[in-house]
């Protein structure tokens, strides 16, 4: 078990540019989240996917943005048409949910930190 | 929405002293779990405690879920410590999705 990572670590791009990044949870997770925040903030939640289900998104969500999980495994987070407010740190997370309903703690990857210029 | 407070927002605690964190949220929670993030941005889980008591080391922490709080504990602070702390709950609305309270920033001085 390694745990969940996300690359790039670090982005830079300039405004008006797509990027894209990855996040792999932990093998046996079913459920992944992606969070975001900013500096001085808790992270802010923006979307959940059940295996390959996206089941619920957050109205931060705007439609620049999108998240897929093709095969239930890895995910990817794209933000189209980079604006300078979304600088953050992108965070995901994964869990274990049992066929009962019992959720498991969350374990969050160490986040890929965006800078839009 | 439910709201997650937490207090205090800063401290500042000499090397070995003990101190004690809060978290208050406004409507009933599955589930609520304590993170340290560590200055380079990592989330460190602490404990997964919807309810009841639970020991780590020089950390501990309670949670009284019926009258909506939580206590995070940490006792003979150690420099390593600093950094934010953050409290985060799954509300009963049926949506799985954690609400992060708004931060105690930690600094331990040698």
């Known amino acids: 078990d390694t745990g969940v990572s996300q690359n790039p670590r670090h982005k830079i791009t300039k405004r008006g540019q797509n990027v894209t990044f990855r996040c792999d949870p932990i093998s046996e997770h079913n459920r992944l989240y992606w969070y975001r925040q900013t500096l001085g903030q808790g992270p802010e939640f923006l979307t959940y996917?059940?295996?390959?289900?996206?089941?619920?998104k957050s109205r931060l969500l705007s439609d620049r943005f999108s998240a897929e999980r093709p095969k239930g495994s890895f995910s990817t987070l794209e933000i189209q048409r980079t604006e300078q407010g979304d600088s953050a740190m992108y965070l995901c997370?994964?869990?274990?949910?049992?066929?009962?309903?019992?959720?498991?703690?969350?374990?969050f990857g160490p986040g890929t930190r965006l800078t839009v210029l | 929405g439910i709201q997650v407070e937490q207090s205090p927002p800063d401290l500042i605690l000499q090397e070995g002293a003990n101190s004690t964190l809060r978290c208050n949220f406004s409507?009933?929670?599955?589930?609520l779990q304590w993170f340290h993030q560590n200055p380079w941005g990592q989330l460190i889980n602490l404990f997964y405690i919807p309810s009841g008591t639970k020991q780590n080391g020089r950390l501990s922490a309670t949670t009284v879920a019926t009258e909506r709080y939580s206590l995070l504990y940490i006792s003979s602070s150690q420099t390593t410590d600093s950094g934010v702390y953050f409290c985060?709950?799954?509300?009963?609305?049926?949506?799985?999705?954690?609400?992060f309270g708004t931060g105690t920033r930690l600094k331990v001085l040698a």
């Open positions: 985060a709950v799954e509300p009963v609305t049926g949506t799985y999705k954690y609400i």
């Open positions: 997370a994964s869990s274990l949910i049992s066929s009962t309903g019992w959720t498991d703690t969350q374990y």
């Open positions: 996917f059940q295996n390959e289900a996206q089941l619920e």
């Open positions: 409507d009933s929670v599955n589930n």
